[in-house]
């Protein structure tokens, strides 16, 4: 069994194993070690959770919800790997949601009522190309970018019905997915060389700004940095 | 198999704000303390280092600092007649999980009450008379004042290096400081922090519609600080990741910033982490303990002859009802008063969008800095004719430029796509946000109970959230978007687009983690769980510390009330309680 990542962490950072009463018990002073840090996940592009029909599916939606212009679209910057790794990990599983049932279909104010993301994402997917299908529409990778933006803005509005998931569910989460794969740190996969934050000149994970706290309402323009250093993959 | 382990003179459940607040306090008496946290140890050069620290998708959309709800939750509805659902993901609010509780991903937004915040009733029935309270309105005097608590707000000021302009010095009012403020035994130990372009052109507008815009009070360094336990604070750098991380430049007053070094030094304290309380243990009207469970599942039991809960308000409330402690609210008849009186806050604002030729650089931010006015905050206006009582503060904080969560576009930008795309370009650098931080005062449909479906990891039921905004609520959050509007049309932009509050209550976008009531603090144990030291009506063995006190939500962020409230508490426990236990105050 995979072990999960907070069960993991929680094993790096014991300090004092005492008597079984206590499997981390601290006193007497802060405990600190020499070298202790936690970096963020790596991304491997390999840990991968999306069939190529899958792939697909979301490759285009994602280069719908932000196309390129004079900036990259979302697949060019890796918005693709970046949803299909967090799929395949923690996030996919739901691992810190609240996962017992009975599901049921909640009020909108009741927030997500769905299936782990990961089987979001599969549900709905597959919902969604069978409804094509059986309309006797092509499939969603075929369609021409009006007819995709149509099949997107019907299921952001919560005007399609899913066999087996709930479409806005589906459409918010991926949204929110592409966002975070856009503009996150590039350590994740997404955000590729920085260019969203170039796009927007937002300097990234710096940490201090003090020499322009006075603008004076001119823009601030810095290279930006990543929490992984200057060198993004 | 429950363990049993030896019995400890103090003990404390969970390791946040209060925890750390009562360990330290508790320790300097010469008691033998003892904190159980359910979290893992948490420290700013191992875990929150500034080259990790700034990391959007692991700490804002990951929930690394925020409660595991695979563990536990609470389930919501909006009112009594509906199906409550399991809250599976976090969103309006996200409570900490770690030593440091959520203190440590925090703003920083150090406010205190009004007086008049803790005579609700009695002050706005003798202003505006008996039918300014609705009836279905359950607000209640606190049963403590601000004159009592002053002392104690002075201490937390004192802890972290709070940076403010006093307004009312002893009761003479201060220029730059908020004149409506009670009155202060000192000025604040920091000055205010310097201020980037977006709030002082709030505060350029506030003052020509007549206000007086004050620095808002800030737990982030505006300098280098040694507080009174000899622990060192650095300036803030402005990295603008504050509000949902930790600080990676110990500049942001948390527990862990201004207590834990001092505080585990000490021989007579232990920490324990990975310990998950389940229940409070009772035998004759006194607390004997807390069973708990550890990461690996051992059940423990811990003997104590005091105990603090300190798990935050839901928690609190959570471990009151499945340990059995008084009797669960029901708001048919009234009966009860565990999970009565919940409230939260009300939140609204406007976007002022600028053309390209003022750049507002979002990212040069800090959780606590901005400029406020406090003209609409409690009892400041005269409420005549307007249908409600209450208010809250207005302000422009520049926090953050974090673009995940930060992209504000006007309001007919379409949803996705090109459009979108443009918009966030051109209005990132270009857009100034200005908010209202509501009261709201509590009603008889709000409350927690346990709800009969759903189950934690451990078996026991979840609780329950009823909530809504009521008519005070929304009557009140509409006056005072009307004020943000004005202030927002006079800053200069080419565009105002207002967001009322929204309703009714929705529990996925974030709004705060000002979770109030439930436990609430009174008179008398015929309307409240605690007297006005916080101890239990029913346990005297048993202190309640947190938000959970409140018997309303005022138009302020709550942290230094929490505090005022643990420190005043823990005052009369040095006082009167160690030397003589048993009730505080007779029933
Ligand atoms: C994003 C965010 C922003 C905020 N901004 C502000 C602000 O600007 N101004 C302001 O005044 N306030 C703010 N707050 C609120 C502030 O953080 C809280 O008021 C404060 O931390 C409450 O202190 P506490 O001790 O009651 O709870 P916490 O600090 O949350 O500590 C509770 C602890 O108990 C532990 N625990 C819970 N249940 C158990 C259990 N069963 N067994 C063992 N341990 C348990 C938790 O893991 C946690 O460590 C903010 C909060 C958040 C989350």
Not at chain 2, 576 to 581: C, D, I, K, M, T
Request: hydrophobic letters at 35%; glycine letters at 10%; charged letters at 20%.
């Amino acid at each position: 069994m995979q072990m999960s990542r907070r069960a993991f962490l929680a094993g790096v950072s014991t300090f004092a194993l005492t008597a079984a009463a206590s499997a981390r018990e601290y006193r007497g002073g802060i405990p600190w070690h020499p070298g202790a840090s936690l970096p963020p996940p790596a991304f491997d592009p390999d840990d991968v959770y999306f069939t190529a029909e899958e792939r697909a599916f979301v490759t285009a939606a994602v280069d719908r919800l932000i196309p390129a212009d004079d900036f990259p679209s979302a697949s060019e910057l890796g918005v693709v790997d970046f949803i299909d790794h967090q799929l395949a990990g923690a996030y996919g599983r739901g691992d810190i949601y609240y996962m017992q049932g009975p599901f049921r279909d909640g009020l909108a104010t009741q927030g997500y009522q769905a299936q782990a993301p990961a089987l979001l994402y599969r549900q709905a997917i597959a919902d969604i190309r069978q409804g094509l299908a059986d309309a006797g529409q092509p499939d969603f990778v075929e369609l021409g970018p009006e007819e995709q933006d149509l099949v997107l803005t019907r299921l952001s509005e919560g005007r399609e019905t899913l066999a087996h998931t709930d479409a806005k569910t589906f459409f918010d989460t991926l949204w929110q997915n592409t966002q975070e794969g856009y503009f996150g740190d590039p350590v994740y996969g997404g955000n590729r060389n920085m260019e969203a934050w170039r796009m927007i000149n937002f300097p990234g994970a710096r940490y201090d700004y003090r020499p322009w706290i006075d603008h004076g309402g001119e823009a601030v323009i810095l290279e930006p940095v990543s929490v992984g250093g200057r060198m993004v993959p | 198999m429950t363990t049993i382990l030896p019995r400890r003179e103090v003990l404390i459940v969970g390791f946040g704000w209060t925890g750390a607040i009562v360990a330290e306090q508790m320790t300097r008496e010469g008691l033998d303390v003892i904190a159980l946290e359910r979290g893992l140890w948490r420290d700013t050069s191992t875990d929150y280092a500034v080259n990790n620290a700034q990391d959007e998708v692991r700490y804002r959309y990951r929930d690394e600092l925020f409660e595991d709800l695979s563990r536990e939750t609470l389930t919501f509805r909006n009112e009594g007649g509906q199906e409550a659902l399991p809250m599976r993901m976090l969103g309006s609010f996200l409570p900490g999980t770690n030593v440091g509780g959520s203190g440590v991903h925090w703003n920083g937004q150090t406010w205190r009450f009004l007086p008049t915040d803790f005579q609700v009733r009695s002050h706005n029935i003798e202003r505006y008379g008996e039918d300014a309270i609705p009836e279905d309105m359950t607000v209640q005097d606190w049963g403590v004042t601000y004159d009592e608590l002053e002392p104690h707000y002075d201490t937390f000021d004192k802890l972290c290096g709070i940076a403010g302009k006093a307004g009312n010095l002893g009761g003479e009012i201060q220029d730059g400081g908020n004149p409506f403020e009670g009155p202060r035994s000192s000025e604040y130990p920091n000055p205010p922090m310097e201020m980037v372009a977006a709030p002082l052109r709030f505060a350029d507008a506030a003052r020509e519609l007549g206000y007086q815009p004050f620095p808002g009070p800030s737990a982030n360094m505006s300098q280098a600080y040694t507080n009174p336990l000899g622990v060192s604070l650095a300036p803030c750098s402005y990295c603008g990741f504050c509000e949902k991380y930790a600080c990676g430049n110990y500049s942001k007053a948390t527990s862990a910033t201004t207590i834990l070094p001092a505080l585990m030094q000490r021989e007579n304290f232990t920490l324990r982490t990975g310990a998950m309380v389940l229940r409070v243990e009772t035998r004759d009207g006194q607390a004997t303990g807390v069973t708990y469970v550890t990461t690996e599942g051992e059940e423990f039991f811990q003997p104590a002859d005091m105990v603090f809960l300190c798990t935050y308000i839901t928690h609190n409330v959570n471990l009151l009802m499945q340990s059995g402690i008084g009797e669960i609210y029901d708001p048919q008849t009234g009966e009860g008063q565990v999970g009565r009186n919940y409230a939260y806050q009300a939140m609204s604002g406007a976007n002022v969008f600028y053309d390209q030729d003022f750049a507002v650089n979002p990212f040069v931010g800090a959780g606590a800095l901005g400029q406020v006015i406090d003209e609409f905050n409690g009892d400041n206006f005269d409420h005549t004719g307007l249908g409600f009582i209450g208010g809250g503060y207005i302000a422009q904080w520049q926090t953050n430029g974090r673009p995940i969560e930060h992209h504000p576009v006007p309001s007919d930008t379409p949803t996705f796509g090109l459009g979108w795309k443009q918009a966030v370009r051109e209005n990132y650098n270009h857009t100034i946000g200005v908010g209202a931080h509501g009261a709201v005062h509590s009603y008889r449909g709000n409350h927690l109970d346990l709800d009969p479906t759903y189950r934690d990891a451990y078996g026991r039921p979840l609780m329950r959230l009823t909530f809504d905004f009521k008519q005070n609520d929304i009557a009140m959050s509409n006056y005072l978007t009307d004020r943000v509007a004005e202030i927002a049309r006079a800053m200069g932009g080419r565009r105002v687009d207002v967001s009322p509050l929204k309703t009714p209550y929705d529990i996925t976008p974030y709004q705060t983690t000002h979770n109030t009531g439930g436990h609430i603090m009174g008179d008398s144990p015929s309307n409240s769980v605690t007297n006005k030291y916080n101890q239990s009506w029913d346990i005297s063995n048993l202190f309640l510390m947190g938000a959970g006190n409140f018997p309303h939500n005022p138009g302020y962020n709550p942290t230094a009330t929490v505090a005022a409230l643990a420190y005043h508490s823990l005052a009369e426990i040095k006082r009167s309680y160690l030397q003589n236990p048993g009730p505080l105050v007779q029933a």
